[in-house]
């Protein structure tokens, strides 16, 4: 089974530019969670969606950031204008909605904002 | 209030002995689930074992078993027969269920390295 795909896995962009990243969950799984992982602040919830409904985005650091989830195969995070901070690991997971059931990670996107 | 406690931030253990990873935990959800992942240095995120608030007996998958202590509200994880491989940085997460939330909470992890 094809497991959390996200793309790109590297991305160098310069401060101001859009930076979109894109995650393909695993089939029948109902939530789906955006993280960013940095040295200093470790694994950051952004936000999760349940069924492509946004559940919680307390996570998200400021408007500068937006998430979408327009079908449940498919969910991208924005980032305009991106800032130097913004440079971190940022990692797509699924999970189904049984509470056993453990979240899937993708191999994450490493994003450089110079 | 932090809710995953992993006070090891880094720890050492010799190849093939056992090593405990320490995790406690906040929570007045009687429902909840508790995980540990390994984040090798490659970067990915690797799901290891599962514990459920109301499972009688401590979870085991291979080399891998979590000590779960309810009243103590501790999920320690333990290693047997350490292996080179075994180095990485190792996650506890809850998931709390009646909450309705259904995120999963993490602590801020241990970075265990295995010496030959």
């Known amino acids: 089974d094809a497991g959390v795909i996200q793309s790109p896995r590297h991305e160098v962009t310069e401060m101001g530019q859009e930076v979109t990243l894109r995650c393909k969950p695993i089939s029948g799984h109902d939530y789906l969670f955006w993280y960013r992982q940095t040295m200093m602040r470790g694994l950051e919830l952004l936000i999760y969606f349940n069924n492509n409904v946004p559940i919680d985005d307390s996570g998200m650091p400021e408007d500068r950031f937006s998430a979408k989830m327009p079908n449940a195969s498919f969910s991208t995070l924005k980032i305009q204008p991106s800032e130097p901070r913004d440079s971190a690991v940022y990692f797509c997971?699924?999970?189904?909605?049984?509470?056993?059931?453990?979240?899937?990670f993708g191999d994450g996107t490493r994003l450089s904002i110079l | 209030a932090q809710k995953i406690t992993q006070t090891q931030p880094g720890m050492f253990v010799q190849e093939k002995e056992a090593v405990t990873l320490d995790c406690t935990y906040d929570t007045s959800d009687p429902s909840y689930g508790l995980f540990w992942y390994k984040q090798p240095s490659s970067g990915e995120m690797i799901f290891l074992i599962y514990q459920g608030s109301y499972d009688q007996q401590n979870a085991t998958e291979g080399r891998y078993s979590l000590n779960f202590q309810k009243a103590r509200k501790s999920a320690n994880l333990v290693i047997s027969a350490s292996q080179l491989g075994d180095s990485a940085m190792y996650f506890c997460?809850?998931?709390?269920?009646?909450?309705?939330?259904?995120?999963?909470?993490f602590g801020t992890g241990t970075r265990l390295k295995v010496l030959a």
């Open positions: 997971a699924s999970s189904e909605g049984r509470p056993e059931q453990p979240q899937h």
């Open positions: 997460a809850m998931r709390e269920v009646l909450t309705g939330t259904y995120k999963y909470i």
